[in-house]
């Protein structure tokens, strides 16, 4: 796979053309229908098809970025961290939530270690790009080191280009980490400046007094290391996640070659949020996924002003969030290109058109 | 095709049993991811299993019921009364919005002339089923006679009951009938008992003088003919459309031969309205697909006790919002059918599962 540095995807991100989309926009105008009345479907497609020039998904992908968090020994997850390599097995197996919601919408799905605490061995639908066997606890220091967090993005954006020459021009992304919603609240209270408890929320399911104290960690990460909301490098660094970074940069690398790219729910937007601060067009390229229940997620979104496409009230992640979204898009698609315009229909238009 | 009196069917419906669904939910537990975290995939999952006693869906057919309406000689819509036969010719060519997003899903189209003002010759995806060739203006007397109400939901439970016959596992409803969001509007005002500039906005693209104008008619409509809140088919027959009078029969239908229907936009939830207020249990066979642009929609699923799946701002009609529901429904069953249990993944369970 071919490398692209941070700083060079960075330099080729461009906006999304204003005039193509308006030229989308006024084809769909001649549809058959009210105007505008595919609402959101409307604003999918021109999006898509702005961004490849294609008016069909030829491949799409979903990564599932997978790493362990040594927060996790300040006990913010009900779940124990052995879980994590078990669910990467899981989908490589094609047994997890993932596995089967792409599989309804026809989308490989990749898991890429970035840093998982266990050893894979090479395995068909498994990548291993492993940063460290996980990072180190914000509480005590720093996740990761700042080099560490450039090649988490730099692996992401290998995975863009990866994407661009294998011909997917859909991307999505997901996550696997136990305990990823702690430094995904972290990051996002980082870079909003909002209070820890405003976007701290109960991950896989913790109690009252589990989440008062996961907040308290949140707040003790932050207070020591005091990430620099103007540096997201050093933010990802700083209270971050290895899969997080991975996802930040998969999103840089979709933006800089040009392939749409949906963000899942409340950790892939915590790195979506990470790209998004990086370079203001960034945001061009995003597809929101979801609504999660995860009280922050709506913060992160707000700030990458992207709205969420779906609010079936889900908090699994791996991606899942990702898959349903990606349905609704080749959906807007089929709209696009199957509506017979006005004439072709010999329909009679609206006075109001 | 089988006759089924709307007596007979109302006779049918049972409640969704408690005990399966519970049954299903415990199922979905055991299932490798945190404790309801595929939210209200769940939900669809579990109702359409409890339903249908299958983990797949057979066939999916959409039916876009037809019909015309004498009010629309009040000048309550953008678009004029021809466009209702056009658009008819379009689903049966296949270049409307709604047979894009069926072809998206594999839903079959089939429109329903309940009652246009057009003589349609026998064509493969139409069925003539017309009662009159359009309702009568309801400002100057009842849209049809009570018969002609009964006519119309023993219609739709016909096509139930066919479906039934033909392995249809799926069904959903659509409509289409220049000027029909002004009796949706009205059978919603007199049966939730708002007033009507509550339950009254724009339809397929009015200005707000022609806004103004047709919620006046509506008020005039329902001061004139009275419709008595307690005789769904009383509320039917006063103000309300052959079209939306079929769509009620189909779900009245569905809930008595258990089939899951997916009821699109406004218009099919007046329709689903008649058919929830005739029978307590109609509602558990429902699924919301979508929450309309339309202001008096969120009040006609409030009062059916049914969350739309989707809210992507939409206003067209025909069955699109309810093509795109049918693929979550599908998507609901991917994942259940498809994730392994902690045990046969080999995954720890979480402390607080």
New interface residues.
């Given amino acids: 796979m071919q490398q692209m540095t941070l700083h060079t995807a960075l330099d080729k991100i461009k906006g999304v053309s204003a005039v193509k989309l308006a030229e989308i926009q006024a084809q769909i105008n001649c549809?058959?229908?009210?105007?505008?009345?595919?609402?959101?479907?409307e604003e999918f497609a021109r999006r898509y098809v702005a961004i490849t020039g294609q008016d069909t998904v030829e491949k799409k992908v979903i990564f599932t970025f997978a790493g362990d968090h040594g927060v996790v020994e300040e006990g913010i997850?009900?779940?124990?961290k052995?879980?994590t390599p078990?669910?990467v097995?899981?989908f490589i197996?094609?047994?997890?939530?993932i596995?089967?919601?792409a599989?309804?919408?026809g989308a490989e799905v990749i898991a890429v270690d970035m840093g998982v605490d266990h050893e894979f061995k090479p395995l068909s639908g498994l990548m291993i790009k492993k940063v460290a066997p996980g990072t180190a606890n914000f509480t005590r220091g720093p996740a990761m080191t700042r080099p560490q967090a450039i090649q988490c993005l730099e692996t992401g954006i290998e995975l863009a280009v990866f994407c661009k020459e294998a011909g997917v021009t859909l991307v999505g992304t997901g996550d696997m980490g136990i305990g990823n919603t702690t430094p995904s609240a972290a990051i996002v209270a980082a870079i909003t400046g909002l209070p820890a408890g405003k976007v701290t929320h109960r991950?896989?399911?913790?109690?009252d007094e589990m989440l008062e104290h996961k907040i308290a960690v949140i707040e003790k990460g932050l207070a020591l290391n005091q990430p620099d909301a103007n540096d997201p490098v050093d933010v990802l660094a700083k209270v971050g996640g290895f899969e997080i970074g991975g996802i930040a940069g998969l999103v840089i690398g979709c933006a800089a070659v040009g392939i749409p790219v949906v963000v899942d729910g409340f950790i892939s937007s915590a790195g979506a949020l990470i790209a998004s601060e990086l370079h203001i067009h960034v945001r061009d390229y995003i597809f929101a996924a979801h609504k999660s229940?995860e009280i922050g997620h709506s913060h992160a979104l707000e700030r990458i002003k992207q709205k969420p496409?779906?609010?079936?009230?889900?908090?699994?992640g791996e991606g899942?969030g990702a898959?349903?979204a990606m349905?609704?898009i080749?959906?807007s698609l089929?709209?696009y290109?199957?509506?017979?315009t006005f004439d072709?229909?010999?329909?009679?238009?609206?006075?109001?058109?």
């Fill in positions: 549809q058959c229908k009210p105007k505008g009345s595919l609402g959101r479907l997850s009900a779940f124990p052995e879980v078990q669910m097995y899981t197996d094609g047994g997890a939530g596995n089967a919601l599989r309804q919408v991950g896989t399911g913790i109690n229940v496409m779906l609010d079936l009230e889900m908090r699994l899942t898959a349903l349905g609704l080749e959906a089929s709209a290109r199957g509506i017979k072709q229909a010999g329909v009679t238009k609206g006075g109001h058109q």
